[in-house]
């Protein structure tokens, strides 16, 4: 039974690689498949492996059948349905997802979209989870940013089933059509409840999270915290604190109802106890609006509990088996999700490491081992999805968990059920929950204040993870199992496989997707220079955090040796704060110096110059007399390799394109631009264009953009030079090869070649 889930699985996993899906109409052949697997037991491995791919072929294909067609984006349209989630308010903007009932354009009906998660911006009116809504919107495909290394939120869209994103446009049309009762709404009251009894409690973000789920109040130095220390799991409604509601609720129920023998004659105390824990896990589950982690940890209760009511005694392998298949077949998208991995691969790990094994018998003994057995098995899959450990978290988690789990937990849901029943000794409770995580906080204060208490480094190759993965099993093996000691020559690959570094007289430049903004990042074999670090869309989210700081973890990079700003436009230096935070600069050099916060930055002047491993950078403008300002003050940065050249251009207009075509000719043509001012028609200018003759010219452009960037003139200035067009929006990262040996290689566009069915494909202008 066990391989054909495995192999059910390998099935599941191998559809989600794939770039186009096939026809659903393969997923005819399942029920042969089931019954090949059925009658001939060889076959049950390969037979079941090709269930699994149908299975995932069915549900992938239903759920793209639902996305935004094309031809609708940016159309004004009449949305009627209900608000489907509680709405979060960020100051600037109301967001919330609805559920569509109906999608019409002109009075006709659109087809497709059941899901949209949208954006209320200004003064948004109070939304209630439930009540049904008539808005007009406008609305777009999933779309997120395509980067190496970074967070695929197109990806989490398509998981989570959204099937657009938008926002609700101004308008008289836009009223409350009815009222109505939903989970969401009773989870919205109880977090307005909380709210009011917490008022600025610096925890109260984290109390809500453990409550019903919402973790956007948690602090940006609190997930700091929890990050360094490896507790931030803690945080999240899943299988750990529904595992505990339901062992709590088990044994409470089983030692009262033993107590009566009425009763116990009727039921058995057990049967009766995995009842009620069934119930409490569902309950917990509820209050977290079912989201995709919560129905994980149900399933995996209910498979425990299961086996008690139906009076079957499985073995705990076997459970784990029946629990992942029931995942799989409830949703197969789960393998999309770091926390499926994570969840599966913890409870395997602690069954392998505690089964049958001879030691220590005391409460805590076992409860350390739990966590040394947790911490080495989930080193690799640590390494893959958060390119980070922390050192410190099985101490850490030593203490943390018992105490947020068995005392914090407990308060906060004894404190918000008396919340919900109006009683007033509900906040009491919450706020003696609130001492205890100050308690915490301060514990893990001190252990995230020891030196190099979290290694952060690239994620490992394929075959350095399978090796790390093997060297896991070596370890936990049994005392007395023989070579346990190549376990650790088989992790030594993970951390020291660093992806190639360019080679010397060779420039690999970048053009990060950042959406309507600019990052770019030039390596060559010992250097590396970012110049400009992508926008910041809010007070908490910006690009040099999101994307410049992971696709440098990605290659292995921990120190940059130049940080250029090319000048104080928020699209370009949004995100430097957070690079300078996360990363070691060496140097900073800045169009305007004055606007770089927290380090001393150098102005940027013609005529600087310096030579890195035989590829040549030069500032190009402004002058050291210039009276420039605004855009044009434009740091512009000229890379020469041996076999190829490259244009950084900032958002200069006509005026210094002008003054560049006058004063430095011999400079200006290149075989890859970086479009000025991501295609404006005040920049671009035909003598610019015609002198800089690019091969290759990148616009740097949100999907969408309100700005309507690149201007259609300016494309075809372009494209008459013979430049060839390549845009982030549609090309996701851009990134170039220039060597003495093959020139400049063709480029690689990383929406083509890392995306799958679930992402937006490219579309050129």
């Known amino acids: 039974m066990r391989l054909g889930i495995i192999a059910f699985l390998l099935g599941v996993c191998v559809l989600q690689r794939l770039t186009v899906l096939p026809s659903s109409h393969w997923c005819w052949l399942a029920p042969g498949l089931l019954a090949a697997a059925w009658r001939w037991p060889p076959l049950r491995p390969p037979a079941m492996a090709g269930v699994g791919f149908l299975w995932a072929l069915l549900q992938a294909s239903m759920a793209l059948q639902h996305v935004l067609p094309p031809a609708w984006e940016g159309v004004d349209l009449e949305a009627v349905g209900r608000i489907a989630s509680v709405p979060r308010d960020d100051v600037r903007r109301l967001r919330f997802v609805l559920r569509v009932d109906r999608l019409r354009h002109a009075g006709h009906t659109i087809p497709g979209p059941r899901r949209l998660r949208l954006s209320w911006y200004g003064r948004a009116p109070r939304l209630q989870a439930g009540d049904r809504w008539r808005l007009t919107v406008r ?76 973790r956007d109040g948690i602090s940006p130095a609190q997930w700091d915290l929890l990050n360094a220390t490896g507790t931030s799991h803690l945080l999240a409604i899943s299988g750990l604190h529904i595992g505990l509601v339901a062992g709590l609720a088990f044994v409470l129920m089983r030692w009262l109802w033993s107590r009566s023998l009425r009763l116990t004659l009727r039921l058995p105390a057990p049967k009766a106890a995995a009842l009620a824990g069934l119930a409490a896990a569902a309950a917990y589950a509820a209050l977290a609006g079912f989201s995709v982690p919560t129905q994980r940890a149900l399933i995996m209760v209910a498979v425990a509990f299961g086996g008690l009511l139906l009076g079957r005694c499985r073995r705990p392998a076997d459970s784990l088996a029946v629990a992942l298949l029931l995942v799989l077949l409830w949703d197969p998208l789960a393998v999309l999700a770091a926390g499926f991995w994570l969840s599966f691969t913890a409870v395997a790990v602690i069954l392998y490491g505690m089964s049958a094994r001879v030691g220590g018998s005391g409460v805590w003994w076992r409860w350390g081992r739990v966590q040394w057995l947790v911490a080495a098995g989930l080193l690799p899959l640590s ?73 952060s480094q690239q994620a490992p190759p394929l075959w350095a993870v399978l090796a790390a993965a093997l060297g896991g099993l070596l370890l936990l093996a049994p005392r007395g199992f023989p070579a346990r000691w190549l376990a650790a020559l088989l992790w030594l690959p993970a951390f020291v496989a660093l992806p190639p570094a360019p080679g010397r007289g060779v420039l690999d430049l970048t053009v990060l997707d950042v959406g309507q903004g600019l990052a ?136 210094v394109e002008k003054r560049l075509v006058a004063q430095v000719p011999r400079w200006l043509p290149v075989d890859v631009l970086v479009v000025p ?19 290759y010219a990148v616009f740097t452009t949100g999907y969408r953009n309100r700005f309507g960037f690149p201007r259609p003139v300016v494309v075809a200035r372009y494209r008459a030079a013979g430049a060839a067009l390549l845009d982030s929006a549609a090309d996701g990262a851009v990134r170039f090869r220039i060597g003495p040996l093959r020139g400049l290689g063709a480029p690689q566009r990383y929406r083509v070649a890392a995306g799958r069915y679930w992402n937006r494909h490219p579309v050129h202008r």
């Open 383 to 455: 390494l893959v999805f958060f390119q980070r450990l922390s050192w410190i978290a099985p101490a850490a988690n030593l203490v943390a968990v018992p105490w947020v789990s068995l005392l914090v937990v407990p308060l906060v849901l004894l404190g918000s059920t008396l919340l919900m029943l109006g009683v007033g000794l509900g906040g009491w409770v919450l706020h003696g929950a609130g001492i205890l995580l100050n308690l915490l906080w301060r514990f893990l204060d001190v252990l995230a204040a020891v030196p190099m208490a979290v290694w």
């Open 677 to 695: 001012h991501h295609g404006s028609r005040t920049s671009s200018t035909a003598a610019f264009v015609h002198r800089v003759s690019p091969a």
């Open 139 to 214: 609305l777009k495909r999933p779309s997120g940013l395509m980067n190496p290394g970074t967070f695929d939120y197109e990806r989490w869209l398509f998981q989570h089933r959204i099937d657009a994103t938008g926002y609700v446009r101004d308008g008289a049309s836009n009223r409350r059509l009815a009222s109505g009762w939903s989970l969401d709404r009773v989870r919205q009251r109880l977090v307005e409840r909380l709210r009011r009894a917490l008022g600025r409690d610096r925890n109260l973000g984290v109390i809500t999270a453990l409550a019903v789920g919402e």
């Open 520 to 655: 770019v990042v030039a390596r060559t074999r010992r250097h590396t220079l970012v110049y400009d670090a992508g926008p910041r869309f809010s007070a908490s989210f910006d690009a040099g955090e999101a994307v410049v700081v992971p696709f440098l973890r990605n290659l292995g990079v921990r120190r940059i040796d130049r940080l250029v700003v090319s000048h104080d436009d928020r699209d370009h230096m949004g995100g430097v704060n957070s690079v300078l935070r996360r990363l070691a600069v060496d140097d900073v050099l800045a169009g305007v110096p004055e606007a770089v916060a927290g380090v001393r930055a150098r102005q940027c002047r013609r005529g600087q110059s310096w030579t890195w491993d035989a590829v040549r950078f030069r500032v190009l403008s402004p002058s050291s007399s210039s009276t420039l300002n605004g855009n044009n003050r434009s740091c512009v940065l000229r890379i020469d390799a041996p076999g190829g050249s490259v244009l950084l251009t900032g958002d200069i207009q006509a005026d």
